[in-house]
């Protein structure tokens, strides 16, 4: 058994209505729920681009 955490808060986590909105999944081995997003290969950022942009956060 396991659980995943997902949170959402704000537009750009997908809300129309800003608020801080959690979901607990409850998991167990081969449940067959895909709860990690995918994401094309174009769009990944490398180490140093997540880096920067971790660092300048309060640019945002």
């Known amino acids: 058994m396991g659980v995943n ?3 959402a808060s704000g537009k750009a986590a997908g809300q129309s209505v800003n608020h801080l909105h ?4 409850l998991r167990q081995d081969h449940d067959g729920i895909d709860a ?5 290969e174009k ?5 140093d681009e997540v880096y920067r942009k971790i ?3 309060s640019n945002f």
């Open 5 to 7: 955490l997902l949170c």
């Open 55 to 57: 660092k300048n956060w």
């Open 22 to 25: 959690f979901h607990l999944i």
């Open 36 to 40: 990690w997003p995918h994401f094309e």
């Open 43 to 47: 769009n990944q950022l490398d180490r």
